[in-house]
């Protein structure tokens, strides 16, 4: 039975990206009293599709103001009319992205903290910081009532800076449902007797590496060597483009794939590979029965990759790219058995229903209850 909570939720994003849109929808069936979203647009540079709306509760568009790119160390962002919204909404209880760096959730949370209501933080974790910037975060971060981390390593590190461990929960990062029944089947048909073919989705920026991925199947053997589908637009697509006609390697540049055609890739690929940081995709490739090959980055890939069903690099270095690719090619037949673990991982632990089991067993937590 799915966890309910009666009250009416409002959440805050500065964006709304469409990956983001299902789990969205699963909360709002999960709030009784009505769930509203207020976020606002991307910058172009981000290369965020952000079209599709919302099935259950509204989306209230607020209007971003930048200051400096979300890249830059320094970026800060306000979210005009969220006082407004927030007035007109009237919540009980309020999820906010735990980012002190977005400056109109101070003022967010203080109109909730007068009317004695409850604020939950949902982010990644704390990681290590300096001086003044380290002392904001902090002090940001314990205005909360609870904290909702995206993995174990980041509710380990908000418990760091002091915040009480009974008030933090972990809702693994999740982008797709649960996999419906029988698709081990339909996967099996669809990748038998084909070459095998790797498989990159995500934006194509500098820090997912990409040009790695492309140098680490060129140096292979050519009678192991693979084929590369590469899933995603942005900044790096020329240059990337560039890299794979000068080297002796079979790369496909799809360029941003939604829907049927996001699937279709998945369902005939073979390992996906994920060599910087991010990590979206990773369950969704796992939820198609993939194998994965993932950088560490922030942590919240350690609670989805293991020995069983990929493989964590460390850094981003070609040869230990190559070796581990090595081992995953060397025996092709064991794919199959690793990616059943990958499906099963994201069946019964890593899935936006499990998530929003966990959003809302935050929202009732006893404390929290006022």
């Known amino acids: 039975m799915k966890e309910i909570f009666k009250g009416r939720v409002g959440l805050i994003q500065r964006v709304k990206p469409n990956y983001r849109a299902p789990f969205f929808d699963e909360l709002a069936l999960r709030c009784e ?7 606002g647009q991307p910058l172009a540079i981000e290369s965020i599709p952000d079209h599709r709306l919302l099935q259950h509760g509204n989306w209230y568009k607020t209007t971003n103001l930048h200051f400096l790119t979300p890249s830059h160390p320094l970026y800060l962002c306000y979210q005009k009319n969220i006082i407004g919204w927030l007035n007109h909404w009237d919540p009980d209880a ?8 977005y400056l109109s959730s101070y ?15 949902w982010g990644l974790g704390a990681k290590p910081l300096g001086g003044i910037i380290r002392t904001a975060r902090d002090n940001f971060l314990k205005k909360f009532d609870a904290l909702v981390a995206y993995s174990t390593s980041g509710a380990a590190e908000y418990s760091a800076i002091g915040f009480s461990a009974e008030k933090i929960f972990v809702a693994r990062n999740a982008v797709v449902n649960a996999p419906l029944e029988g698709l081990e089947t339909i996967l099996s048909s669809n990748r038998a007797e084909l070459p095998i073919q790797l498989l990159f989705v995500g934006r194509l920026q ?36 560039k890299l794979a006609d000068s080297l002796p390697v079979q790369v496909s540049f799809t360029g941003h794939l939604e829907g049927d055609e996001l699937e279709r890739e998945f369902i005939h690929a073979n390992l996906f590979v994920l060599p910087g940081t991010g990590g979206l ?21 350690n609670d989805l990759v293991s020995a069983e069903n990929g493989w964590l690099l460390k850094r981003a270095d070609l040869n230990e790219l190559i070796g581990i690719l090595q081992q995953a090619l060397s025996t092709p037949e064991k794919l199959s058995t690793m990616g059943l673990v990958s499906l099963q991982i994201v069946k019964e632990e890593v899935n936006i229903q499990k998530m929003a089991d966990v959003f809302v067993r935050a929202l009732r937590s006893s404390e929290l209850q006022s």
């Open 206 to 241: 500098k820090r997912k590496n990409v040009d790695l991925l492309i140098r680490a199947v060129a140096s292979l053997d050519q009678k192991i060597r693979p084929r590369l589908s590469i899933v995603g637009d942005g900044p790096e697509m020329e240059s990337l483009r």
């Open 94 to 101: 309020l999820i906010v992205e735990a980012n002190f760096r």
């Open 33 to 39: 009293n009505g769930f509203s979203l207020a976020a």
């Open 107 to 121: 003022a967010a949370i203080d109109w909730m903290v007068r009317r004695k209501r409850p604020v939950i933080g």
């Open 281 to 301: 995709a990773v369950q969704q490739a796992m939820s198609f029965g993939l194998p994965v090959i993932v950088e560490e980055g922030d942590g919240t890939q």
